[in-house]
């Protein structure tokens, strides 16, 4: 469903509601607009003001402000069931992509990654995997005619119809694998020119850096090259948008353009692993209609995933990804495999959602071990230093404090990072139920926390502390934390006593003892007392008004001593307070049970005379 938000409404509040109540928000258009799916209706709250399920009408659309009806033409778009798959001049397009993925130049002075100290991805790491939260900058550069001839310009139409092709090229990439719980969220001027000096049509590829930097420069990005101005950009929607990726698409206006090609005969190519990828309007033929296509194929190298059409000349054994797998499926060289594959450049694997195994794994999508958790997320949680003290008063009462970390999964060929993070912590006590620990810092949002509980009073034995980890995917750790032996203190003015009387029988034998005492603590609530028969267990005593809440409680309660055997038996009791303490010596009774006499009944025999 479309859901439109009323001006000044939450939008990370609405859709963490969506996501609470089950629901995937597949796109977030910022301010004031969600796509979300898996879902009936939505959860109630504030915020919402329209939604819709069904294609919206063009009437209906002409009255909406200009983001919504940006919004509004790109759900309609993710709603056809089908598209006509457009094929003319098909054939040559091939050669046009070839060396369509490019490398992008190395960094000056700064590391990939961190993780030395940080185990997230760095700042030009901003495309390692193809799972999680993704920021889509959609950046549409406008001639001025102050430096080129200005021969483009975007009409509102073409704006709609790229924003629309994007996220439908998005759309095709998430529904390739449920398990990446993709999500895109694109910048909150999506659809909306940014002026440059140039004409980028006019210009070959290799000109990108002049129009490139002038339109990054525009939006506010600063870096000792274009290339790191739009990582700047990159990184900044990532923080804007708290997502785990980011990377921008610059679209050309080319509509006025005879073959829709830059003057080198390029019209779409993307850096491998980011940080952008560049489309012209019309695609050298494919047109508007199959940019999902073509934005499709340029969005798997973003995510590391190499060509495998005949004309790039990559290799079989040739390997990419953070998982750095092999290019078995590509149609140069004679490899094993040989699928239909949007990797593999043409429209039609597009409409028929193919790609193959190898592809899938250079992007992240793969699950060695079954657990249904892809493998750049199947990370291993571990607890670091673990501490626990006794409370000073209640010392039967642990406070346990202990750290835990998300190690990542490793990669064979990149600096090794997680995007995971750690959702909730529980811990139980000998088998009982989980209870919720609290972070250190006071949240569950980082692949490495603090947590720290404290538990009831412990009774007097060795009890296991266990703990349970769950992170953002799904990952589990269950761990004994700690085996405590609980020694309760115990309180001198703390005291039960106790007195008897039996019941008997007709021959003066006592089947039943019933117990009358008191309990009383000069510090405390009673808070508990319990009796036992020969070592036997301790059961709970019920205090006469029914409830241990006062610093003196009268109890009763009795022993069936006819059910004991024959012998000596020594009963106790003793008392626990609100603080925890226990009573030192019990209160006890020595009593004599004999074996009862058995009746024998003889029959009455009577002889007729």
Wanted: charged share 20%; proline share 6%; net charge negative.
């Amino acid at each position: 469903m479309l859901v439109l938000l009323e001006g000044n409404a939450d939008l990370d509040g609405v859709a963490e509601r969506i996501r609470a109540s089950g629901g995937r928000v597949a796109h977030i258009f910022p301010p004031s607009a969600l796509i979300v799916e898996g879902v009936s209706e939505l959860p109630s709250g504030a915020g919402i003001r329209t939604v819709y399920q069904s294609e919206i009408e063009e009437k209906a659309l002409e009255s909406l402000d200009t983001t919504a009806r940006c919004v509004g033409n790109t759900w309609n778009q993710l709603l056809q069931d089908s598209r006509a798959v457009e094929t003319q001049s098909v054939e040559g397009l091939e050669a046009a992509l070839v060396g369509d993925a490019l490398v992008p130049p190395p960094s000056e002075g700064t590391t990939a990654s961190s993780q030395d100290s940080d185990r997230t991805p760095g700042a030009r790491q901003t495309s390692e995997f193809f799972i999680g939260r993704v920021a889509v900058g959609i950046v549409m550069p406008e001639s001025d005619g102050t430096g080129d001839p200005s021969t483009e310009n975007w009409t509102m139409q073409e704006r709609q119809a790229v924003v629309s092709q994007i996220a439908a090229a998005l759309d095709w990439w998430a529904a390739r694998e449920p398990r990446a719980n993709l999500s895109f969220v694109y910048n909150d001027d999506v659809g909306e020119p940014t002026k440059t000096s140039y004409e980028p049509i006019s210009r070959a590829h290799t000109e990108e850096h002049l129009w490139i930097d002038e339109v990054m420069e525009k939006k506010g990005y600063s870096g000792s090259s274009y290339f790191d101005k739009v990582y700047a950009y990159n990184n900044a929607l990532r923080e804007t948008y708290d997502t785990d990726w980011a990377f921008t698409i610059f679209v050309v206006d080319s509509s006025e353009d005879e073959d829709d090609l830059f003057a080198d005969g390029y019209f779409a190519y993307a850096y491998t692993g980011g940080p952008f990828t560049v489309l012209t309007y019309g695609n050298a033929g494919y047109g508007i209609a199959n940019m999902d296509a073509v934005a499709a194929h340029e969005i798997g190298h973003i995510f590391h995933a190499l060509d495998q059409y005949e004309g790039a000349k990559n290799s079989c054994t040739g390997r990419a990804g953070y998982l750095d797998v092999e290019n078995q499926n590509s149609d140069y060289g004679g490899c094993p495999l040989d699928q239909p594959s949007i990797m593999r450049a043409h429209v039609e694997p597009f409409a028929a959602g193919a790609l193959d195994p190898y592809a899938r794994g250079q992007v992240g999508w793969r699950d060695s071990d079954g657990d249904g958790i892809l493998d750049p997320v199947d990370t291993t949680i571990t607890l670091g230093a673990i501490d626990y003290v006794t409370d000073t008063i209640q010392t039967s009462v642990y406070t346990f404090t202990a750290a835990v970390l998300e190690t990542p999964y490793p990669s064979p060929s990149h600096p090794s990072v997680t995007i995971n993070t750690l959702e909730s912590v529980q811990y139980r006590i000998e088998g009982g139920d989980w209870t919720s620990a609290q972070a250190a810092d006071g949240a569950f949002d980082s692949y490495e926390e603090t947590f720290q509980f404290t538990t009831d009073p412990l009774p007097t034995r060795k009890l296991a502390v266990e703990v349970r980890v769950v992170d953002s995917a799904g990952n589990v750790l269950t761990q004994t934390l700690a085996t405590v032996s609980a020694v309760n203190p115990v309180d001198p003015i703390l005291n039960t006593t106790l007195t008897r009387a039996e019941l008997g029988d007709a021959q003066g034998l006592a089947e039943t003892h019933v117990y009358r005492g008191r309990a009383t603590s000069d510090v405390s609530i009673v808070a508990s007392t319990y009796y036992r028969i020969d070592e036997g267990s301790w059961r709970l005593v019920t205090p006469d008004d029914g409830t241990f809440d006062d610093s003196a409680e009268p109890f009763s309660f009795a022993v069936a001593v006819d059910k004991l055997g024959p012998g000596t038996h020594r009963l106790e009791v003793y008392s626990v307070d609100g603080r925890g303490n226990v009573e030192p010596s019990p209160a006890t009774d020595t009593f004599e049970t004999e074996r009862r006499p058995s009746k024998v009944l003889l029959p009455f025999i009577v002889h007729a005379p």
